[in-house]
């Protein structure tokens, strides 16, 4: 099943697996965010850099939130999820972070979400995959100008 938002319904756990991410960074807690990967994730961030398992993306951004990213927000559209197997789901989305009122979405991700049992036997959706990509906006200008005299 494709989902494109925000056509369709998407599944509220998944769904709610990404208001959590968001509300998590949003606080600012480190320990809150890594908790909603899965103890193994994968977590590729645009400038090449990956944190391996929920402690190293725990660490990351304890320091993270503690300078730089201090005080920002996390904004994100779903531009597509799909269930690629029971208990697997592919989203994209574009988003962004940033500390003003409007956030520019200048990135896309990939989530790779699995369905996993809470502590209470409970399905809860976490993350076991995401890479974040920035968008060059010279360079797309660049390509839909080649795209589009190579159709003509």
């Not at 697996?17 to 909603?36: F, K, N, P, S």
Request: hydrophobic fraction near 40%; charged fraction near 30%.
């Amino acid at each position: 099943m494709v989902i494109t938002a925000p056509d369709l319904e998407l599944d509220i756990g998944i769904r709610t697996c990404l208001d959590r991410i968001t509300a998590a960074w949003d606080a600012g807690d480190a320990r809150a965010y890594a908790a909603q990967f899965t103890p193994d994730a994968s977590y590729v961030i645009y400038v090449g850099d990956a944190s391996l398992g929920r402690d190293a993306i725990e660490r990351a951004h304890a320091r993270l939130f503690a300078s730089w990213l201090k005080g920002t927000r996390m904004d994100m559209r779903i531009i597509q999820a799909r269930h690629i197997a029971p208990g697997t789901a592919v989203v994209l989305t574009e988003g962004g972070i940033g500390k003003g009122r409007t956030i520019r979405r200048d990135k896309l991700q990939t989530f790779t979400l699995v369905e996993e049992e809470d502590g209470a036997g409970d399905p809860l959706w976490r993350c076991a995959a995401f890479q974040n990509t920035r968008r060059n906006r010279l360079l797309l200008r660049v390509q839909r100008l080649f795209d589009r005299n190579r159709s003509a």
